[in-house]
């Protein structure tokens, strides 16, 4: 059974920095691709960001390019979302997800399986 763990949320200033990670268990991590939602009150959930099964391609919704960094560590099953220029637009519950397929593109990842999300919190 897969699980994903998501921790690194909270309370930060508008313009500082986060780093959330997300630990996943139940299978050979090192062949998903990875990615990252979040979801603003009153909002659908929407794609933030993602990241190959080598970490060799990513994709990042317009928003948080060039602010947002996807990355993981296959050794500790974990991918990591460091956070930059945070805005209180950024607010959201943030979540990890992954496909069930193995070796998908991730621009084109169908994602199955989900954490629970962690909380983060920009202030004006």
């Known amino acids: 059974q897969v699980q994903l763990v998501e921790s690194g949320g909270g309370l930060v200033q508008a313009g500082g920095s986060l780093r959330l990670s997300c630990t996943a268990s139940g299978r050979t991590f090192s062949r998903y691709t990875m990615g990252w939602f979040r979801q603003a009150p009153g909002k659908e959930r929407e794609f933030v960001a993602a990241?190959?099964?080598?970490?060799?391609?990513?994709d990042y919704t317009d928003p948080v390019n060039g602010r947002f960094t996807i990355s993981r560590d296959n050794a500790k099953n974990t991918v990591y979302l460091q956070m930059t220029s945070l805005k209180p637009e950024d607010t959201a519950l943030y979540y990890c997800?992954?496909?069930?397929?193995?070796?998908?593109?991730?621009?084109?990842?169908?994602?199955?399986?989900w954490g629970q999300g962690t909380q983060v919190t920009v202030s004006s």
């Open positions: 997800a992954t496909p069930q397929q193995a070796f998908t593109n991730p621009r084109r990842a169908r994602y199955d399986y």
């Open positions: 990241v190959s099964w080598t970490g060799g391609s990513t």
